[in-house]
Every structure is written in structure tokens, then in C-alpha cells.
């Protein structure tokens, strides 16, 4: 059983959805927990970064974190085509290196 | 400005061979890390590192070794190079105080072996 576990899509909506993307986890060590958004051949960049739970907003998007179920999630409020891409949860306890998700591929349609 | 960089962005080579990638980042971070990313979309730690320690992921093979000739540069080294070690390479780089872990990725480089 992977440490982190993350639905691999693909995920498609139409232009003005609300979007949904989650993780779940299993280390209770967990504490710093990173949506990281990837564009086809690219390198991974930093979207949300949450420190133990609640919820965090930045723009249409929000990430919430609810370690008692040990869940977070990504929402992203009317969705763009320009929103098309790899979305990975990645979180981390003291150790300072990141335990990745697989990454949920979204395509957001015109 | 480009904050983390890679070279080559692409490698192609033989089963056997031994090959480097380097890794720049101009943001002033102290720690660094390689990162690998197979078909799948799985991105995998194998290495993070400041001037400090290093930390090896067990699963990593050693025919890969990390070598920072600085703080801003860390390079990986694979020796006698294996079909199974086709992938995308990521470097990265972060702050390892003030209590964040946010973490700056290069554009990767796509290695195939032939």
C-alpha cells in the first residue's frame, strides 16, 4: 500500500466547473501538505501549500486538509482550459522530503 | 530568470554507458534534490541534499550518485546504465529552514536507453 494514494484520472469537465481532486494518506507524521500542478513536459510547480488542517484559499482555487481522516483536497472554482494538467498532493512530516501522489490528470474542455 | 535548471533536456543513449546530468539553481536555496518520474506520472525522491548530509532513498540503486561541486549545483552521475533507468529526471531545490518544504522544480530531462 502506497503512502499516499491519489485517483490517476483522467478527469475531464467542461469549461466553468467546479473541480474536485483529491489524496488520502496513511502517515500520521504527516504535517506540510503541497498541491503541485505539472503541464505536459514540465517540470512540476508549486500551486497550494497548507500546514496541518483547515482550509486555505488562493484565488479560485483551495486546498483543505482534514488530517482526523487523514484526506486533503483541491478545488479549483470555474475551471479554465488553461487549468489542463497533471495535479499532484504531495506532503511531508519533519523530514523534509516530499511523498508524492501519482498525480490526477484533468482536462478542462472549451 | 531561470530559477532551476537542467542540462541536457533530453538524453539518449546505450545500455552500459555512463552519463551525467546537471543541475543549477540561482534561487539560494541550501538544499537540492533528484527526483524521478517513470510513465506513469509517479515522481519518486532519490536523493535530497545540502552541504551538510545527504540522504539516499534505499531503493536507490548505486550506480546513482549525486555530486554538488557547490551549494547551487547538484549533479547526478549513473554508471553502467540500464533499460529500467528510462525516465524523466527531475532536480529541485528548497530552503531546509524557517519550517517549509516548498520545493522548486527544474524542467526535468528526459533520459531513454536504448
Known amino acids: 500500500q502506497k503512502e499516499v494514494e491519489q485517483d490517476p484520472g483522467p478527469l475531464s469537465v467542461p469549461e466553468g466547473a467546479i473541480v474536485s481532486l483529491n489524496c488520502t494518506y496513511s502517515?500520521?507524521?504527516?504535517?506540510?501538505f503541497m498541491w503541485y500542478r505539472q503541464y505536459s513536459r514540465k517540470g512540476p510547480e508549486l500551486l497550494m501549500y497548507?500546514?496541518?488542517?483547515g482550509n486555505k484559499e488562493d484565488g479560485r482555487f483551495t486546498a483543505q486538509v482534514d488530517k482526523s481522516s487523514k484526506y486533503i483536497s483541491l478545488f479549483i472554482r470555474d475551471s479554465q482550459p488553461s487549468d489542463s494538467a497533471t495535479y499532484l498532493c504531495?506532503?511531508?512530516?519533519?523530514?523534509?522530503?516530499?511523498?508524492f501522489g501519482s498525480g490526477t490528470q484533468l482536462t478542462v474542455l472549451p | 530568470d531561470t530559477a532551476v535548471s537542467q542540462t541536457p533536456k533530453y538524453l539518449v543513449t546505450q545500455m552500459g554507458n555512463d552519463k551525467s546530468i546537471k543541475c543549477e539553481q540561482n534561487?539560494?536555496?541550501?538544499?537540492m534534490y533528484w527526483y524521478k518520474q517513470d510513465s506513469k506520472k509517479f515522481l519518486k525522491i532519490m536523493f535530497s541534499?545540502?552541504?551538510?548530509?545527504?540522504?539516499i532513498n534505499e531503493t536507490v540503486p548505486n550506480r546513482f550518485s549525486p555530486k554538488s561541486p557547490d551549494k547551487a549545483h547538484l549533479n547526478l552521475h549513473i554508471n553502467s546504465l540500464e533499460l529500467g533507468d528510462s525516465a524523466v529526471y527531475f532536480c529541485?531545490?528548497?530552503?531546509?529552514?524557517?519550517?517549509?518544504?516548498?520545493?522548486?522544480f527544474g524542467p526535468g530531462t528526459r533520459l531513454t536507453v536504448t
Open positions: 529541485a531545490s528548497s530552503h531546509a529552514s524557517g519550517g517549509t518544504y516548498e520545493q522548486y
Open positions: 502517515n500520521s507524521a504527516f504535517q506540510y
Open positions: 497548507t500546514y496541518s488542517s
Open positions: 504531495a506532503m511531508t512530516g519533519s523530514a523534509r522530503q516530499l511523498t
Open positions: 534561487l539560494g536555496h541550501d538544499t
Open positions: 541534499y545540502n552541504n551538510k548530509e545527504l540522504i
